[in-house]
């Protein structure tokens, strides 16, 4: 299994998503992104970007709650850990996607690995 924690930013083209006043803390921007889709979360001034899609059953993830780093799944209630994309219960037993995020010139970037 692949471990998202593990993307390194200079490996990755990054695209500009929206401003960092478009996304208050805690609130969430949803975007695609090569036809990926990305949720891109604030929690406390922090920027975090998981894939949009459940790895239980594809389900759209970022709709569901947020507690602290941790979303859990609108569907069935597996949790994932935003920072990492790691999952933390069942029943998903496959870790997410989890992009690099950073701030330049006041716009959110999210990084997507580029193709060797």
């Known amino acids: ?8 930013a200079s490996q990755c083209a990054f695209y500009a998503v929206a401003e960092t006043s478009e996304i208050q803390n805690g609130e969430r921007l949803f975007v ?12 406390a ?5 998981i894939q949009d899609l459940c790895s239980h059953d594809d389900g759209p ?10 979303v859990i ?4 209630g597996a949790r994932f850990d935003v920072r990492s994309g790691r999952v933390l219960a ?14 330049v010139d006041g716009m959110v970037e999210v990084g997507l ?3 060797s």
């Open 1 to 8: 299994m692949y471990n998202y924690t593990q993307i390194d």
């Open 32 to 43: 695609e992104i090569d036809r990926l889709p990305i949720v891109v979360f604030n929690i």
């Open 45 to 49: 001034g922090e920027f975090f970007a």
């Open 61 to 70: 993830l970022g709709e569901g709650e947020l507690e602290g780093f941790e």
């Open 73 to 76: 799944c609108p569907r069935h």
């Open 90 to 103: 069942l029943p998903a037993v496959v870790d997410i996607p989890a992009y690099p995020v950073r701030v």
């Open 113 to 115: 690995p580029t193709q």
